[in-house]
DNA sequence: GGCCAGGACACCA
DNA sequence: TGGTGTCATGGC
């Protein structure tokens, strides 16, 4: 590791920052459907994603109450496009049972629900694993942890702030260990590895103009 | 036409 | 714990 993380990782941050901007995530109009597309974009492209939600839109689906009594088979022809769809259709439904199961429902229930609890019980949902949960635990319900993906992975190693192989768990530690890090700093964090990594940080690295191209 | 995308899980050793 | 196969659409 860096003899001197905390330093490193604030680097990066301020330098992807000051390239990109603030990228406004998440981009989604409610809470339900911030949790929705963290299930649909799993190893996915959000664009494709982003036709998914249409549809479940324009069917009315993105409130609980409906999308909880829709026909799986229906539901998975609906967000056919973000692939995976007969899966993804059953998540949705297994997070519908979830909610109604542990708070009846109703989602400000379920926020209400302190940090290190809702994670372990968003991790127990078949289909949310630690990226999804995070992403709902920062995104949906704005707490401060760190949402670690593949682009997160392939950054810090490539800079050797970690290992090729580390832990989903070793690289967010790495994170909100060293890092005064509040949600805001977080969402943007996360959304900026995105976005350095969809344009250089690709499985074929691209760092001519990368702004970490001379960063740790 | 192959590679990749805002993962998770089952199964195996 | 770690490695591998599976799930699938759409853009480039």
Same mark, same amino acid.
């Given at each position: 590791m860096a003899p001197d993380p905390a330093h490193h990782l604030q680097e990066i941050y301020d330098s992807l920052f000051s390239t990109y901007g603030p990228q406004h995530w998440w981009p989604a109009k409610s809470r339900f459907e911030v949790i929705l597309g963290a299930i649909l974009t799993q190893n996915t492209n959000w664009k494709n994603v982003e036709r998914a939600i249409a549809n479940l839109r324009e069917a009315d689906l993105l409130k609980y109450e409906n999308l909880r009594e829709v026909p799986s088979q229906r539901l998975a022809e609906l967000v056919r496009?973000? =692939?995976?769809f007969n899966i993804k259709a059953e998540r949705l439904h297994a997070f519908c049972r979830f909610l109604q199961r542990e708070y009846k429902g109703n989602l400000r229930k379920m926020f209400r629900e302190k940090t290190e609890d809702l994670r372990e019980k968003l991790l127990s949902?078949? =289909?949310?694993g630690p990226e999804t949960a995070d992403s709902i635990l920062l995104y949906?319900?704005?707490?401060?942890v760190f949402v670690v993906d593949a682009y997160t992975r392939r950054v810090l190693s490539r800079h050797g702030l970690c290992r090729e192989t580390a832990s989903y768990e070793e690289i967010q530690a790495l994170f909100m260990e060293n890092l005064d890090g509040d949600v805001q700093m977080f969402n943007e964090y996360h959304a900026l590895f995105v976005q350095v990594g969809k344009l250089h940080c690709t499985p074929k690295p691209r760092c001519a103009e990368c702004p970490l191209s001379d960063v740790g």
């Amino acid at each position: 590791m860096a003899p001197d993380p905390a330093h490193h990782l604030q680097e990066i941050y301020d330098s992807l920052f000051s390239t990109y901007g603030p990228q406004h995530w998440w981009p989604a109009k409610s809470r339900f459907e911030v949790i929705l597309g963290a299930i649909l974009t799993q190893n996915t492209n959000w664009k494709n994603v982003e036709r998914a939600i249409a549809n479940l839109r324009e069917a009315d689906l993105l409130k609980y109450e409906n999308l909880r009594e829709v026909p799986s088979q229906r539901l998975a022809e609906l967000v056919r496009p973000s =692939g995976y769809f007969n899966i993804k259709a059953e998540r949705l439904h297994a997070f519908c049972r979830f909610l109604q199961r542990e708070y009846k429902g109703n989602l400000r229930k379920m926020f209400r629900e302190k940090t290190e609890d809702l994670r372990e019980k968003l991790l127990s949902v078949k =289909g949310i694993g630690p990226e999804t949960a995070d992403s709902i635990l920062l995104y949906a319900a704005k707490r401060p942890v760190f949402v670690v993906d593949a682009y997160t992975r392939r950054v810090l190693s490539r800079h050797g702030l970690c290992r090729e192989t580390a832990s989903y768990e070793e690289i967010q530690a790495l994170f909100m260990e060293n890092l005064d890090g509040d949600v805001q700093m977080f969402n943007e964090y996360h959304a900026l590895f995105v976005q350095v990594g969809k344009l250089h940080c690709t499985p074929k690295p691209r760092c001519a103009e990368c702004p970490l191209s001379d960063v740790g």
